[in-house]
């Protein structure tokens, strides 16, 4: 798991883009054994045996970290950034939304509320192109 590849933030979706939503938010993702048994609370592990995304707690709990579905975790980003998502009839589905965080000037379009705000987050913080594990990607 140390292949990274480069790409654009309006193609990243599922665990490629809860990935790049951790190194925008945590720095970086752990990959064990790095963080030890008990990984600092706040910080993301993958687990490299099924290309799981966990967000830990400081102790022996964690859940799994998926933003870009999970509105419990994709919409405290969204309060955080005063973000705001938008949809937009007539565009096809898979573009049929766009969002992003207040002031980025620049708003990402995705399928569901919550991809297009993650990929503005994204794209806000990061840029327009990112590094992740070529396992990840679809």
């Known amino acids: 798991m140390t292949d990274l590849i480069e790409v654009r933030v309006s193609n990243l979706a599922g665990a490629a883009l809860d990935w790049a939503i951790a190194i925008a938010e945590c720095g970086g993702v752990l990959i064990y054994p790095e963080g030890g048994q ?13 290309l799981t995304l966990w967000l830990n707690d400081g102790e022996r709990g964690e859940e ?6 999970d509105w419990g975790q994709g919409g405290l980003l969204i309060d955080k950034y005063h973000g705001t998502t938008q949809h937009i009839p007539g565009l096809p589905a898979d573009q049929c939304y766009a969002g992003g965080p207040a002031g980025s000037g620049v708003w990402c379009y995705g ?3 919550l991809i ?23």
Request: glycine share 6%; net charge negative.
């Open 38 to 50: 008990f990984p600092p609370d706040g910080s993301v592990s993958l687990n490299d045996d099924d």
């Open 111 to 113: 399928p569901t509320a």
């Open 116 to 138: 297009a705000f993650c990929r503005g987050l994204v794209n806000h913080k990061l840029g327009d192109t990112v590094q992740v594990p070529k396992e990840l990607m679809p």
């Open 64 to 69: 799994s970290w998926s933003p870009s579905t």
